[in-house]
């Protein structure tokens, strides 16, 4: 990130490309987490590039003259900018049109010639593409030096973090050093993990599979990070510590090799994990359910090229893209946002805080969340970033630099800090960017040293007017606070599961694969809503603090249960369309359906209870009986090898589906 921002810089610097802070931003906030993803969403960044230089073109022609129209266009602009940020699937091209737009539309307000306006529009464009360029051959270059994938490592690291702290235990030595180090993965949580799977081009199928393992994993560092050890154990509780601490190393080789993890039953005297130390059982239970996961895992290379046919086709826009009422809620509120920044600051002819609109862009694509203690982080970046660095560097240090060498200095040091919190956690991520935006927007504004003041107390300004446009739309006329946005996202994924438990309904196979894609992507939207929500609890304060806490373990806990009932589900899928190698006899796929209209009745019963109305108990596990009766009487009557081993492969996903059901059902039933 440093290197790109900085070759940007000097790039603009050398060659006196205006608008070089456009595509310095854009080189720190465009996703590059998966080399994959950067590679082949490269060439369309640079389409969209185009298509919003083409726009700002020709509908500005129509508008320019008219101020009522030209009002019109401005506001119908931003929310095209804002529902662009919610429908594009890529993230690096979402970004670039709504920078494009949130730049180049002010720029029309000016009283200058059209040639003027024209010619600045193609130079954001080339600034934008400048930035584009430098950060894939950055990219280019580190994919080369240091080959290997994010997502794999991670989770890796925080299973050998926590063997480590095991082992520890067992041994009877020293945990200080190991119990910091889980301590800290704990604090930086599994949210980057999470945005790296989501902006991924890899298949859906083994997204969604590894979003249930970083899930787990998350929950495990949780629990280590509670362990305490007592001062005397005995040596049969040490030996099932160690067994435990084996088959998180187990988890950790099977990841790493590609391979299904083979774990050691963990039993102490009297049959059980030893209670001497708590969550013990509870970490041991988890690590079971992560073997599950990890079934049937396949190496990411394995995904990276095209999808096969058995996934969906690959789109542009989200799948629920227009017919999702969010999007157009989020654009609505973006709109909102950024139209009264504009009318503020053209009523008080004070163009130089028009960086207020590209504030609100920046900030809707942050994944900080919109919570009132969340502002905070990006109100202090705006005034680290603008006033201590910004303008202390103008008074303190730049009187003293007399080349691009000396800036360059400057520009790496205040990068560096920056791109530190950037990457540290999204939930302190904002606070980096925003010392980027201040600082970029001061000083990469002019291709000389800025003597003045009021320019940066101008962007400063803007910044932080747009940063309260922000708080007051998102967080006081249309917000809830984070632990409603937990439940609410976790009740529409419970329910949404249920609709996919009885799909396909359809007959023609294109509409039911439609319909499925469609449901899985809106399922995994909320499990990812969900997260991050409960990230955003942490930063809740308030007479109930205490209960959403509760909550937030709560969700913490139930959502990988659903998470890997999801994925059974999808495997499930295939049956139930009849696809080629997956039909059933007429009896067993009965029963089947019978036991598909069960769960679903057992999950919305789930989330009644969760939202405090009666609910009826399932009879899931009497599903499963006369499913598991119909596949025997079948299999006595066509006794034939492949018909068993594809029955049994069938039957277990059942029994799989079963059990995670009943634990969910039981465990929400005690909490309720």
């Not at 010639?113 to 593409?129: G, I, K, P």
């Not at 603008?386 to 000396?406: E, R």
């Not at 309904?505 to 809106?522: I, V």
């Not at 959502?559 to 067993?588: N, T």
Request: glycine share 6%.
């Amino acid at each position: 990130m440093i290197i790109a921002a900085t070759l940007v810089m000097v790039i603009g610097m050398v060659f006196r490309i205006p608008y070089a802070f456009q595509g310095a931003i854009y080189a720190l906030t465009v996703s590059r987490e998966s080399s994959q993803a950067t590679f082949k969403s490269a060439a369309a960044i640079l389409s969209v590039t185009g298509i919003g230089a083409a726009y700002l073109l020709a509908s500005a022609s129509f508008v320019i003259s008219t101020p009522a129209l030209h009002l019109l266009w401005v506001i119908a602009s931003f929310f095209l900018g804002f529902y662009a940020i919610s429908t594009f699937k890529n993230f690096g091209a979402s970004s670039t049109f709504a920078i494009m737009i949130c730049i180049g539309v002010p720029l029309w307000d000016r009283h200058v010639s059209a040639e003027t306006n024209v010619e600045d529009t193609l130079r954001l464009c080339l600034a934008s593409a400048i930035g584009i360029v430098v950060t894939v051959g950055v990219e280019i270059l580190f994919s080369r030096i240091k080959p290997g994938e994010d997502i794999v490592a991670g989770v890796a690291d925080r299973l050998a973090a926590v063997e480590d702290l095991l082992v520890c235990f067992a041994n009877n030595c020293s945990v200080d050093r190991a119990q910091a180090n889980v301590v800290r993965l704990a604090m930086v949580g599994t949210s980057m993990l999470r945005r790296i799977l989501q902006r991924s081009a890899y298949a859906p199928n083994y997204a969604e599979q590894m979003g249930a393992v970083i899930a787990l994993t998350g929950r495990i560092v949780d629990l280590a990070t509670n362990l305490r050890s007592p001062t005397h154990l005995s040596a049969d509780n040490r030996e099932q510590i160690r067994l435990l601490a084996e088959n998180v190393g187990c988890l950790r080789s099977a990841l790493l090799a590609e391979g299904p993890p083979q774990l050691k039953a963990v039993h102490g005297a009297q049959g059980n994990v030893p209670h001497a130390i708590p969550f013990l059982g509870e970490m041991d239970k988890t690590v079971q359910v992560m073997k599950e996961a990890l079934a049937g895992a396949q190496p990411l290379r394995v995904f990276a090229p095209q999808p096969s046919s058995g996934d969906p086709p690959p789109t542009f826009f989200v799948r629920d893209a227009f017919t999702s009422v969010a999007h157009v809620q989020f654009a609505l509120k973006g709109c909102l946002t950024a139209s009264l920044c504009y009318i503020i600051y053209n009523g008080m002819d004070w163009p130089g805080i028009s960086t207020a609109v590209t504030t609100c862009f920046l900030t809707a694509l942050s994944n900080a969340g919109s919570s009132r203690q969340k502002q905070v982080l990006r109100i202090s970046g705006a005034m680290v970033g603008g006033f201590l660095i910004g303008m202390g560097a103008q008074i303190l240090i730049l009187p003293y630099l007399d080349s691009i060498a000396g800036f360059t200095i400057l520009f790496v040091v205040v990068t560096a800090f920056a791109s530190w919190f950037m990457t540290s956690s999204p939930r302190l991520s904002y606070f980096g960017v925003q010392i980027a935006v201040a600082f970029y927007l001061v000083h990469l504004n002019s291709f000389a040293i800025e003597p003045s003041l009021s320019l940066a107390r101008d962007r400063v300004v803007g910044i932080l007017l747009g940063l309260v446009m922000m708080w007051l739309v998102f967080d006081q006329l249309w917000g809830a606070s984070a632990v409603r946005d937990m439940k609410t996202a976790f009740l529409s994924a419970v329910r949404l599961l249920a609709e996919f438990t009885r799909e396909p309904l359809s007959k023609d196979y294109n509409a039911a694969a439609e319909r499925s894609y469609s449901l899985r992507e809106a399922i995994n939207n909320n499990f990812d809503s969900m997260r991050a929500s409960a990230d955003g609890v942490l930063f809740e304060f308030g007479p109930s603090r205490q209960q959403d806490l509760a909550w937030r373990t709560k969700f913490r806990q139930w959502q990988p249960q659903l998470q890997l009932l999801f994925v059974a589900e999808i495997a499930l899928w295939k049956y139930r369309a009849r696809l080629p190698g997956f039909e059933l006899p007429h009896s067993v796929g009965a029963a089947q359906r019978a036991f598909d209209d069960e769960l679903a009745r057992v999950l919305e019963a789930i989330a009644d209870r969760i939202e405090g109305r009666p609910a009826q108990a399932g009879l899931i596990t009497e599903s499963l009986v006369r499913l598991e009766r119909a596949a025997s009487t079948y299999q006595g009557s066509e006794p034939q090898p492949a018909t068993a081993d594809r029955l049994q492969a069938f039957l277990s996903l059942h029994r799989r589906i079963e059990s995670l059901t009943s634990s969910l059902q039981k465990e929400i039933g005690n909490a309720v």
